[in-house]
């Protein structure tokens, strides 16, 4: 099963990934938890990365196409993974499947989710993430046990730099130019399905686990 999770920054994605990782035993792999760990342990990567990442903006291409290169030929992801957050541009799309094609290998399904944009900036500004393990909180929808403490992990619960509301605006901008054309390459490729993403994340995944099984 190799997995694509399309769709604008609050779509759901990193939750839904997670829960496909437990549940059919593929990795989330996230390049916004890639770029943010590198940036808690003060990597030049990291430290390069924070200043596009907390401007809304996306880290240049060759950065992020030379960490999935690296992290997708691990021993965890023989068997496959799940792509969440990557690809974000026409060129990440481009490498990738050269990529997968050196690889005798292709993607079996783009998930494109689908969200109001009202929504997406209702749930990103009440969102809190785990610095630990990345699992998502929200205040009203899903608030953690403690306050600031995350219920897998107990690690601490922060809101995401980028969450905050003008970086959020500058963030859906970029995907509607930058990330939104993805659809009209995948649509071509055949393997693009749309998930309506509005719901509980009980329902939501199971319409996404009946799209790729
Ligand atoms: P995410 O956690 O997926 O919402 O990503 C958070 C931020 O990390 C994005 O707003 C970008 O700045 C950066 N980022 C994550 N993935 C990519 C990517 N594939 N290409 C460029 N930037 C990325």
Redesign the pocket.
């Known amino acids: 099963m190799r997995l694509i999770l399309l769709g604008p920054?609050g779509a759901g994605?990193?939750t839904q990934a997670k829960m496909l990782d437990e549940k059919f035993r593929r990795p989330q792999v996230?390049?916004?938890?890639?770029?943010?760990k590198s940036i808690q342990n003060g990597t030049e990567l990291g430290n390069r990365?924070k200043i596009?990442?907390n401007?809304?903006?996306?880290?240049?291409?060759d950065?992020?196409i030379g960490l999935?290169k690296e992290r997708i030929v691990e021993e965890d992801c023989q068997a496959g993974f799940i792509l969440?957050?990557?690809?974000?541009?026409i060129v990440?799309a481009e490498r990738l499947t050269e990529t997968l094609d050196e690889m005798c290998l292709s993607i079996d399904v783009v998930v494109d989710f689908e969200v109001e944009s009202e929504e997406l900036v209702s749930r990103l500004t009440g969102r809190s993430t785990c610095l630990d393990c990345?699992a998502m909180f929200h205040r009203t929808s899903c608030p953690p046990l403690k306050v600031g403490v995350c219920d897998s992990c107990k690690g601490e619960l922060c809101q995401?730099e980028?969450d905050k509301e003008d970086t959020i605006k500058k963030?859906l901008e970029?995907y509607e130019h930058e990330t939104a054309p993805l659809k009209e390459y995948y649509r071509k490729q055949g393997n693009l399905k749309t998930v309506q993403g509005s719901g509980t994340v009980e329902e939501i995944f199971s319409r996404v686990c009946a799209m790729v099984s």
């Not at 996230?30 to 943010?36: D, Q, W, Y």
């Not at 969440?84 to 541009?89: K, L, S, V």
């Open positions: 920054p994605k990193g996230s390049t916004g938890n890639i770029l943010r990365a596009f990442m401007a809304g903006k996306l880290v240049p291409d950065v992020v999935i969440d957050g990557f690809p974000r541009t990440q990345g995401r980028d963030r970029v």
